[in-house]
């Protein structure tokens, strides 16, 4: 892993998600790609074990962030532990086609989601009107986005990993 491409890529796709994203948003809840679960996905099945623990909580410290102002909270936690455990997990099921991209986003988008606000809910904070449409919503848009932006974070971050195929052939 290189680690100064990684925090590049995580100052950048910070100050998409906190000004672009709205742009592109969609319906009346204001759906829009939620790009750090997308990149909490990417790093946890492209990546070795160890690197996506250490990505998937440095990224929902980010998504806290990004939603409520330097406060570490609920994202921390639901992106950590949805990254540590699609690592675990892909290490048993291979994710490489396009549809299961989307659907590991999905799930994942779901899961992290859910937990996020289950947290928020117990730790005395409200959930909003609609939080459960804009749940779905970011999970299903992140998912149709996702995979596309898969290509495009393969080519900048460059990750060799014998996770995608066996190792190549010693000379």
């Not at 962030?65 to 532990?81: E, K, N, Y």
Request: aromatic residues 10%; positive net charge; hydrophobic residues 55%.
């Amino acid at each position: 892993m290189r680690w100064a491409r990684f925090a590049v890529l995580v100052l950048i796709t910070t100050l998409l998600q906190a000004s672009w994203v709205d742009e592109i948003a969609v319906t009346r809840f204001h759906v829009a790609p939620d790009l750090l679960l997308i990149t909490v996905v990417f790093f946890a099945i492209r990546c070795s074990v160890s690197e996506a623990i250490i990505t998937s909580f440095v990224l929902g410290f980010v998504a806290d962030i990004v939603a409520t102002g330097f406060l570490m909270g609920p994202r921390t936690i639901s992106f950590g532990l949805f990254g540590t455990g699609l690592a675990y997990m892909h290490r048993v099921i291979t994710i490489r086609k396009i549809p299961h991209e989307a659907l590991a986003i999905l799930i994942v988008g779901f899961g992290a989601g859910g937990l996020a606000i289950l947290l928020a809910l117990l730790a005395g904070r409200s959930a909003g009107p609609g939080s459960f449409n804009v749940l779905a919503g970011t999970s299903i848009y992140s998912g149709a986005v996702g995979p596309f932006l898969f290509l495009l974070l393969d080519r900048l971050m460059r990750i060799r990993s014998r996770r995608r195929g066996p190792p190549p052939a010693a000379r």
